[in-house]
């Protein structure tokens, strides 16, 4: 049984880049969620989506912006990168309908911008 | 605000001692209450969650959490800690009205031989 993967594992940009991360959930899982988690600090929430609509959002700018598609697997954008933006970023799965309030994690994608 | 509060940022013990690490949340009517446990350089594993039911909550790897609803805590214990158990962990709360999940900051635990 497939977890949670995420691609790339490493990602080196500059200022001002864009960048796109993605994300395969659990075998079975339908709905994403991706979260930011700066060095030393806990994951912060940045969306969910769920039949390919964004269904909740956090405090996160417009820079951030994410996509799901048919097969249930996500993508994360992120636009004019900041050196802010330099973190870890993980992906969630989990089931709706089911027990939905267990999300699954993956390894995460390590971005460091320069 | 929702918020979840780990008291402790870093707690060191001796190994085969007991351990206890407190979290404490803002109050809701309905929440759901989890722990998740990050090795370097890893994602997150759940440990253990609350959902309903008794507030005694046995998860993986010998630990256990209780849900206090008065004190509004959900502290996580373990009575005999290994060396394999360092690690960071965090507690986190969904709210019944959201989908989202609130994390708090993370306690370090760190294993003494």
């Known amino acids: 049984d497939a977890g949670v993967t995420q691609s790339p594992t490493h990602l080196i940009k500059t200022r001002g880049q864009q960048v796109t991360l993605r994300c395969s959930p659990k075998?079975?899982?339908?709905?994403v969620s991706w979260y930011q988690q700066a060095l030393g600090q806990g994951p912060q929430f940045i969306f969910q989506?769920?039949?390919?609509?964004?269904?909740q959002r956090g405090n996160f700018p417009d820079r951030f912006s994410g996509h799901q598609f048919p097969n249930y697997s996500s993508e994360l954008n992120v636009n004019a990168l900041l050196l802010g933006d330099s973190a870890l970023y993980l992906c969630?799965?989990?089931?709706?309908?089911?027990?939905?309030?267990?999300?699954?994690f993956g390894p995460g994608t390590r971005l460091t911008v320069l | 605000a929702q918020s979840v509060t780990q008291l402790d940022s870093q707690v060191p013990v001796f190994e085969e001692a007991p351990v206890e690490l407190r979290c404490n949340y803002s109050s809701s009517v309905s929440v759901y209450l989890f722990w998740y446990v990050q090795y370097p350089n890893q994602g997150l594993q759940l440990l253990l969650k609350?959902?309903?039911?008794?507030?005694l909550v046995k998860g993986i790897n010998g630990f256990e959490a209780e849900f206090n609803k008065s004190q509004t805590s959900f502290h996580l214990r373990k009575p005999s800690v290994h060396i394999s158990d360092t690690a960071e962990y965090f507690c986190?709360?969904?709210?019944?009205?959201?989908?989202?999940?609130?994390f708090g900051s993370g306690t370090r635990l760190s294993i003494r031989p």
């Open positions: 989506y769920y039949e390919e609509e964004e269904r």
């Open positions: 969630a799965s989990s089931l709706a309908g089911g027990d939905t309030d267990t999300q699954y």
């Open positions: 609350y959902l309903s039911g008794s507030t």
């Open positions: 075998s079975g899982h339908d709905t």
């Open positions: 986190a709360v969904r709210y019944s009205s959201a989908s989202k999940i609130i």
